[in-house]
């Protein structure tokens, strides 16, 4: 396991607010100071808009831009030309949908999702569904939280023409096997959009390894900035795909009625993008490859057999859901007897722990738990044992509060 306690000093909110146990880290990670310092320094310093000025602060903002994409391309095992900046893994999402699917699939074919995305991964494909009459499948779950991948032989089919599955759930915490279903997908010529939001913080990631045709994922969920993320997509795809949105340096040649477009990457980041943002997330990347991504999927195991293993000892009245095993990651979504998780997540708070409650942006999941909502407790490089010591003790608590509703 990796020192979480020699790590917490680099956050600056855990420093300043030691009372506070944070564990909704699948929602959005701190920052540490490094990452709060590169956006600082470089609006301070270095400041310039990226790819317009040909004067020296301009190329030097370029540059540290294009590092940024540099590192990020290192951290996924991925070519520079490949990583294009987005705002999200929402936009990331959108975009194959637009500049891909969009123009690609025709009535009949099949668009195959699972039952445990997230709204990111689901409603971008509805669009694409009703614009091109394409069909909509889900790979069934099993009831211990992991895809049923049975299933495969008779869900995929000549028709499928896109599978589209989350990399590790954000509510099961279940690591999904993609190079497998990529595999099978690859077969039937389907391409493959991998749904890393929760994957590419936690552990290492090989888009290559994992057969996949686009891979994307989330800065804010990785100790970056909000409002920058990055879409990965195979090479010989993305030049083939049209513009998601027209403008600025996304072009080569503009005439009165027509327009021709850059090579991918900038084709696909029309208008000023994100430069400070997409620098700082480079910087976190660095700081999470410098940690290692080994240890702390390691460490975010650990952590999650010990709250479980405790969970089921202590508080038999807390249901958990998703699979016990190595193919999961440090998240834990619950429900205390018959109490709404807002209630539950209410008055954790008063004990000074922070979780999510609610659907998680996955209610067909949610229903397929048959629960309305889970209160949600996810861990992170800095979480030590100590705070899931104290998110246990104040659940004690919080089950002796509402007794009566158990």
Not at 139 to 146: K, L, N, V
Not at 223 to 234: A, D, M, Q, Y
Not at 261 to 269: C, T, V
């Amino acid at each position: 396991m990796i020192a979480a306690r020699d790590i917490r000093p680099d956050f600056p909110l855990i420093v300043a607010r030691p009372d506070q146990v944070y564990l909704d880290s699948t929602a959005s990670a701190q920052k540490p100071q490094v990452v709060i310092e590169t956006l600082s320094r470089f609006y301070r310093e270095h400041y310039a808009n990226v790819h317009r000025g040909g004067y020296a602060l301009s190329l030097e903002a370029t540059q540290a831009y294009e590092n940024a994409r540099k590192t990020l391309a290192r951290f996924v095992g991925a070519d520079e030309h490949e990583i294009i900046f987005v705002r999200n893994a929402t936009e990331a999402l959108n975009l194959v949908a637009y500049a891909w699917a969009m123009k690609t699939l025709r009535p009949g074919d099949e668009i195959l999702l699972t039952e445990m995305e997230h709204h990111a991964n689901l409603v971008p494909w509805h669009f694409v569904a009703k614009q091109t009459g394409a069909k909509i499948k889900a790979i069934p779950i099993t009831p211990q939280g992991r895809l049923d991948l049975d299933a495969l032989d008779t869900l995929l089919t000549r028709r499928t023409r896109l599978v589209s599955v989350v990399h590790m759930s954000n509510v099961l915490g279940t690591l999904n096997p993609v190079a497998e279903i990529a595999k099978a997908a690859k077969e039937k010529g389907a391409l493959v959009v991998v749904d890393g939001a929760q994957s590419a913080p936690h552990l290492p990631v090989d888009v290559k390894g994992l057969g996949a045709d686009f891979f994307a994922f989330s800065g804010h969920k990785m100790c970056g900035p909000t409002g920058i993320g990055v879409l990965w997509g195979r090479y010989e795809i993305l030049e083939q795909m049209e513009p998601f949105l027209g403008g600025g340096e996304m072009i080569r040649e503009v005439y009165i009625d027509r327009s021709t477009y850059a090579r991918p990457p900038q084709r696909f980041e029309a208008g000023t993008p994100a430069i400070a943002e997409a620098v700082a997330l480079g910087a976190a990347a660095e700081y999470l490859l410098g940690v290692g991504m080994e240890n702390i999927w390691k460490h975010d195991q650990e952590l999650l057999e010990y709250a479980l293993q405790r969970l089921d000892e202590e508080l038999p009245e807390v249901q958990t859901f998703g699979p016990r095993g190595p193919d999961r990651g440090g998240v834990i979504a619950f429900t205390l007897g018959s109490v709404h998780a807002h209630d539950v997540a209410c008055a954790l708070d008063q004990h000074g722990i922070a979780v999510r409650a609610g659907h998680h942006c996955a209610q067909p999941l949610h229903r397929k738990l048959g629960v309305p909502a889970t209160a949600r407790a996810s861990f992170y490089l800095y979480t030590t044992q100590e705070d899931v010591d104290r998110f246990l003790q104040a659940m004690k608590e919080v089950r002796g509060f509402f007794k009566d509703w158990l």
